[in-house]
């Protein structure tokens, strides 16, 4: 279960960045999936076109969101499925817990889910005394293990087979082995009964289509599709804005979802569910709900700045090429979303100035756009995020983080601004940098407010003469 | 384009006032193709760090004296592929809701190159007559590779430099960890992410490692001199001017 705090990151990070086995397995899942992808990308019959043209499917669905959305609940009320629509993550959890109490749910199974983690609805669940199994095998292990998730496709990439050996042996009872598959089918066992027994099951929403009023998940272990059709409740939760209008967009989508998420074509199963199971069904679950979250997404649709984030897909891609999550890891944007999607996505839902080591902490290297199946341009709103935090923005309530940057930087524009100044204070520089400890002409420890840089390298001194002095110098000699 | 008349010279702040020898080195270069240069001695920053930081007004200042000095000049080269990045491309947002501003920026944004793109592609010149007998490798700068999509240009000039062996490292076009303020602000995530950077130049085996951009140089060039790994670091210019 993972609490919202990102206003941990640096301290987060640092625990990351030392910890070895995580280190590992972030380098390996970087080297495996991030060329994969692109080169996937690069191999799909409809050229390069593919993705700015996804992007254009995506974009034009947040666009008309409020014709799509109603079409949607219409056609999903068609087939016999009841819509509700949450304004705030309170909402959405007090209606699912509506249906369950009314329905006596005892136990319920999930499929991965990331919306029903940002609403908290887990807890919330089990505070009515219901038994709630996560039954992807990454998101199972975590909740056995009560932490949060390192990848937003792969949660628990940071457990060592050692580890998960001894939690399942702890946890389930199980002989103690390090075998996978052996370990995969004592999880496999465990999850059945719970499917057996469950009387609801929970699912998030990959992506639904307008045009035929149904949602897709998509899984490679197979587990959401038990998940909802054998509890005799199904009940989706879907980010208002994860919707295209029809089957042909969709598709194409969904495809990128899977080459960006696990490099693969399309992932092991894809699942289409418009509502409960009809006459001529033979399984299936007897009332199907959509819960349709807000939670902040009509505040960032109204915001022409960062309306393109709502076109995300939450496929991770993006985190299989930071250079800045590969060496952090997942866990320390305190949030749901991590990476570079998160760095985005968790300010906007949960407060710019609780997030701001997370817009700042960045190195807008571009990878993340190179990556993204959609092309979503991150780096762009990590930048206009960093100007609300240093001017302060009442429509998003947001203060100017911090006055002392604001006056370095203004000071600094008057310098840059005026040639002589600039020169005066090079000189001065030039003159005071003799104190500071070096080694062979490289300054090995820098005052603040550059000490940070010096805390793992060093600097190399300011030149004698700028390159402006020079050429003049040489101009005069020439004109001589 | 054909052979300009006169190229003016928009040099780094970094290489202006840590890496001369660098601004040096192009005008060596360009010289020796036979260019007239012209340097205007008034320019500092182009705001690059101030943008990055979220400081849009001062940003916006920096463009506005940038534009002033530059405007007129017929074209503009850098040895920096992230600044010309920022003229080009960020100027641009910078005065989209000032129409007067954003044509004056728009000019200039079509007459600004980057050093080895102007080389390869307005030039047209392949080979410069260098010769460096090193082993070196060359790290892909992100703002250049990717936000200026030049990257063809720079290795095309190095596989001319005779006798040099170029070597390709792992991962040539991730990021050093550099990011201007983020060096210093998030020192430590820095330091992890160029300490893999390092560790893969040095698992190159080459002598001198090579780019186009001195902030990541200047990013490497620290740790290099901080673990006192004999590997010089250079811009590709110094490789060009060398004979
Ligand atoms: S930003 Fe792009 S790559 Fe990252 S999760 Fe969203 S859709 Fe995937």
């Given at each position: ?5 990102p206003?941990?990151?640096k ?24 060329p ?9 019959p ?14 034009k ?10 079409t ?11 819509v ?12 699912c ?19 029903t983690?940002?609403?908290?609805l887990n ?8 038994e709630?199994?996560?039954?992807d ?46 370990l ?14 469950a ?9 639904a ?11 490679n272990?197979?587990?959401?599709r ?9 009940v ?12 042909e ?13 696990a490099a693969q ?24 709900h959509l ?10 649709l ?29 866990q ?25 080591d ?13 990556a993204?199946?959609?092309e ?5 709103m ?17 203060q ?10 203004s000071?600094w ?18 003159m005071?940098?003799?104190?500071l ?6 300054i ?13 390298r ?23 | ?52 930081a ?10 506005v004296?940038f ?30 809701d ?17 050093f ?9 010149v ?5 010769r ?33 062996t170029?070597i ?5 076009d ?28 040095v ?31 250079k ?9």
């Open positions: 279960m993972s609490t919202i705090a206003e941990k990151y301290e987060n990070a640092s625990k990351g960045i030392a910890d070895p086995v995580l280190q590992k397995a972030l380098g390996g899942l970087q080297d495996r999936l991030g994969a992808t692109e080169k996937l990308y690069n191999s799909q409809e050229g390069h076109d593919m993705r700015p043209r996804a992007h254009q499917f995506r974009r669905a947040i666009d008309n969101l409020d014709v799509l959305l109603s949607l609940a219409d056609k999903v009320r068609g087939h016999g499925g009841i509700h629509f949450a304004k705030t993550a309170e909402e959405a959890v007090e209606i817990k509506k249906i369950a109490l009314e329905n006596d749910v005892k136990t319920v199974v999930k499929g991965k889910s990331m919306v983690e940002e609403v908290g807890l919330a669940l089990e505070k009515e005394g219901i709630v199994y996560e039954t095998l990454g998101e199972y292990i975590l909740q056995l293990s009560g932490e949060g998730p390192t990848h937003i496709v792969a949660p628990a990439i940071h457990k060592t087979r050692r580890e998960i050996a001894e939690l399942f042996t702890e946890k389930l009872g199980t002989p103690y082995t390090e075998d996978p598959p052996t995969t089918r004592y999880a496999r066992k465990a999850l059945r009964e719970k499917f057996l027994k009387d609801m099951g929970i699912s998030g929403c990959n992506l289509c307008a045009e035929t009023g149904h949602i897709v998940t998509v899984s272990e197979g587990n959401i038990m998940s909802t059709t054998l509890p005799k409740i199904h989706a939760f879907m980010g208002m804005e994860r919707i295209v209008a029809n089957l967009e969709q598709q194409s989508i969904l495809r990128l979802m899977s080459m960006g998420a074509e399309i992932g092991g199963y894809v699942s289409y569910v418009g509502g409960p199971a009809q006459a001529d069904h033979s399984d299936g679950p007897q009332e199907f819960i349709i979250i807000d939670n902040g997404r009509s505040k960032i109204a915001d022409p700045e960062f309306r393109e984030m709502l076109c995300c897909i939450r496929c991770g891609a993006c985190l299989n090429v930071c250079p800045v999550y590969g060496k952090i890891g997942g320390a944007y305190g949030s749901p979303y991590c990476g570079p999607v998160g760095a985005v996505v968790t300010p906007l839902l949960f407060g710019i100035n609780t997030s701001a997370l817009c700042a902490g960045e190195t807008l290297c571009g990878a993340c756009k190179q993204c199946p959609l979503i341009n991150l780096p762009r990590l930048l206009a995020l960093r100007s609300k935090l240093s001017d302060g923005d009442p429509d998003w309530q947001v100017p983080k911090s006055k002392g940057e604001n006056l370095l930087f000071g524009q008057r310098l840059n601004n005026n040639r002589k100044i600039y020169d005066t204070l090079l000189d001065l520089m030039r005071l940098q003799h104190l400890p070096a080694k062979q002409g490289m090995t420890r820098l005052p603040w407010p550059f000490s940070g840089w010096t805390a793992n060093n600097m190399k001194k300011l030149a004698p003469k700028t390159f402006m002095q020079q050429w003049k110098e040489t101009k005069e000699k020439k004109d001589s | 384009m054909n052979k300009p008349e006169k190229v003016t010279l928009f040099i780094q702040c970094l290489v202006d006032t840590v890496f001369p020898e660098t601004g040096a080195a192009m005008v060596t270069v360009l010289e020796r193709l036979g260019l007239k240069l012209d340097c205007p001695s008034n320019q500092t920053c182009c705001g690059q760090p101030a943008f990055n979220g400081h849009q007004r001062e940003a916006r200042a920096a463009a004296k534009l002033d000095i530059f405007e007129d000049a017929e074209v503009i080269v850098c040895p920096s592929g992230s600044c010309v990045n920022m003229v080009r491309n960020h100027y641009l947002e910078l005065f989209a000032d129409p007067k501003m954003l044509v004056r920026a728009q000019a200039v944004s079509m007459k600004i190159y980057e080895t793109e102007f080389l390869v592609d307005v030039l047209g392949e080979s410069v007559g260098a460096f007998p090193h082993k070196v490798t060359y790290h892909a700068s992100c703002h250049l590779n990717r936000f200026l999509g030049v990257d063809r240009q720079p290795r095309t000039l190095l596989a001319h430099i005779d006798d040099m170029l390709e490292m792992k991962d040539a991730t990021c050093c960890g550099f990011g201007g303020t983020f060096a210093v602000k998030y020192s430590e995530i820095s330091g992890a992410v160029l300490e893999e950077k390092v560790q893969n130049i698992d190159s085996g080459a002598e001198v490692v090579t780019g186009c951009d001195m902030g990541c140089l200047m990013n490497i060039q620290g740790m290099l001199s901080r673990k006192n790994i004999p590997i010089e670091v811009h590709i210019a110094q490789l060009l001017a060398e004979k």
